[in-house]
């Protein structure tokens, strides 16, 4: 069994394992499932009205039973107060992503009753969300799928956001596979973050064309690029290859959004957000045991 940490300790989960929230393909079913069976499981509320996110909640918590651990996380070019308020009342961890740390911001999750949490790229930004009163930090490095905050691997952005804030810290990027959740707490992490692998999940609402380039793709088959900036300009993204090979569009009118199964266009030309961690998706699997094959496996690879 992992030890517990910091991550553990402050959150009130089984497992140093956080799923991310990723707009559009995240369901309640998978959050549920994913705190289920021992991580933070994370709703993922842009594009949700306040309505909407409350309904989620709702079932994420009825799959995730009594002991389960739900998140949700709001994007700041779109983010909803009153949505993140109601959400803060009901959840234990409220996430930001892609904005300067706001302390007016983080005051109103912890009136709420919720931990603040904030997604940064560099060591000054994991200072900033400090000092604006977050309770956890998530460092992103540039191998992740979908937006990018910075452009820093992880381990050396790990080492230096460690050197930079006493908080818990928790490492998202390219972690797909048991040893390299092993490698991130071994480098001073105090739990994981993991995205790609939870694409390929019989909970999440991923598009069959979306599941199949996952099934074939592998690191070398991604790009960062701008190319899905369709309301949402000037903000890098991970996709696979594939999907700009497959469309001619005009980047200013291509979607960011991913497609899900009920998606009515050219799936293979969407954004097929993944990181480099896709070649570790081999199979469609039950959420949970996405979970319990991560911690196998890292248990294994930890001395």
């Not at 389960?68 to 803060?88: K, M, Q, T, Y």
């Not at 790609?196 to 019989?202: G, I, K, N, Q, V």
């Amino acid at each position: 069994m992992l030890a517990p940490t910091p991550f553990t300790e402050l959150v009130g989960c089984r497992l140093p394992l956080q799923q991310a929230g990723m707009g559009g393909v995240t369901t309640p079913e998978l959050a549920g499932a994913v705190a289920r069976a021992g991580g933070l499981g994370m709703i993922a509320v842009a594009g949700l009205t306040a309505s909407d996110a409350a309904d989620h909640v709702t079932v994420a918590l009825q799959v995730a039973g009594a002991d389960g651990r739900i998140g949700a996380n709001f994007l700041i070019p779109f983010l909803d107060l009153s949505a993140l308020e109601d959400v803060a009342r009901r959840l234990p961890v409220v996430e930001l992503f892609y904005g300067d740390p706001d302390g007016a911001v983080v005051e109103r999750i912890h009136d709420g009753g919720a931990l603040a949490a904030w997604q940064v790229g560099s060591e000054d930004e994991a200072r900033a969300a400090v000092d604006a009163g977050c309770d956890l930090v998530v460092a992103q490095g540039c191998e992740a799928g979908g937006h990018l905050r910075g452009d820093r691997p992880l381990l050396p952005l790990l080492a230096d956001v460690r050197a930079a804030v006493d908080v818990p810290l928790v490492a998202a990027g390219g972690i797909g596979s048991g040893a390299a959740m092993a490698a991130a707490l071994s480098a001073g992490a105090d739990a994981v973050r993991i995205g790609t692998r939870f694409l390929a999940t019989e909970e999440a609402d991923v598009h069959p064309e979306y599941v199949e380039a996952l099934l074939r793709s592998g690191p070398d088959d991604t790009t960062v690029t701008q190319a899905f900036s369709l309301g949402w300009p000037d903000a890098p993204h991970r996709v696979i290859t594939s999907c700009l090979e497959a469309s001619n569009d005009d980047p200013s009118t291509r979607s960011p959004l991913p497609p899900t199964r009920d998606f009515d266009g050219d799936a293979a030309a969407a954004a097929l957000y993944a990181g480099e961690s896709v070649g570790d998706v081999r199979q469609v699997l039950p959420a949970h045991e996405v979970v319990d094959e991560l911690v196998r496996e890292a248990e294994a690879a930890l001395p």
